[in-house]
T-cell receptor, first 112, second 116 residues
Framework: GEDVEQSLFLSVREGDSSVINCTYT??????LYWYKQEPGAGLQLLTY?????DMKQDQRLTVLLNKKDKHLSLRIADTQTGDSAIYFC????????????FGTGTQLKVEL | NAGVTQTPKFRVLKTGQSMTLLCAQD?????MYWYRQDPGMGLRLIHY???????AKGEVPDGYNVSRLKKQNFLLGLESAAPSQTSVYFC??????FGGGNYEQYFGPGTRLTVT
């Protein structure tokens, strides 16, 4: 499969903004996703962006997509301790099966 | 709705033993998936199914088998467990590509498997 890369760790102070970055490799991806995994739990969809969009905003979340550089980012405004989790980006391929390729995950730690 | 459930939550196996992980979904989803999660490697697709009675290989299928006898269930089998299969296993499900929407995959809570 294609490689989707993320940095492993990010630490921020409560109230600051967090920016989590992702680099993907398949230019034919139609949807790109951000999933959140809390400790001991499964993954939950946070937000997504369609490949013909550059930006999507959803309350505290802003997703930016740079198709030229194959770069995706997730900005969390006013980060709270409840945002501490692992964040995965994922890309959906146009082939059969609705398959996703996930990044390595970024562990976000929010400090008081 | 319970969503996606997985049984068991934890399991310890000895090398060479076999076991089956059960995934069930009550959302009438066509597609189902099995992933494994290892530190620093994200989630990797083991096998998936696009409908009852059909299965296909994912990225890391060796050492695993699957069956989808009923639409709501997807079983993952380990015939002869190896320490390299120590991992957290996640099941997911989604509507088909004809279901529209954002094709979100819904995940179960995971099964933590240790092979000694």
């Amino acid at each position: 499969g294609e490689d989707v890369e993320q940095s492993l760790f990010l630490s921020v102070r409560e109230g600051d903004s967090s920016v989590i970055n992702c680099t993907y490799t398949d230019s034919s991806s139609t949807y790109l996703y951000w999933y959140k995994q809390e400790p001991g739990a499964g993954l939950q969809l946070l937000t997504y962006i369609f490949s013909n969009m550059d930006m999507k905003q959803d309350q505290r979340l802003t997703v930016l997509l740079n198709k030229k550089d194959k770069h995706l980012s997730l900005r969390i405004a006013d980060t709270q301790t409840g945002d501490s989790a692992i964040y995965f980006c994922a890309e959906r391929f146009t082939g059969g099966g609705n398959k996703l390729t996930f990044g390595t995950g970024t562990q976000l730690k929010v400090e008081l | 709705n319970a969503g996606v459930t997985q049984t068991p939550k934890f399991r310890v196996l000895k090398t060479g033993q076999s076991m089956t992980l059960l995934c069930a979904q009550d959302m009438n989803h066509e597609y189902m998936y099995w992933y494994r999660q290892d530190p620093g490697m994200g989630l990797r697709l083991i096998h998936y199914s696009v409908g009852e009675g059909t299965t296909a290989k994912g990225e890391v299928p060796d050492g695993y088998n699957v069956s989808r006898l009923k639409k709501q269930n997807f079983l993952l089998g380990l015939e002869s467990a190896a320490p390299s299969q120590t991992s957290v296993y996640f099941c997911a499900s989604s509507y088909s590509i004809f279901g529209g929407g954002n094709y979100e995959q819904y995940f179960g809570p995971g099964t933590r498997l240790t092979v000694t």
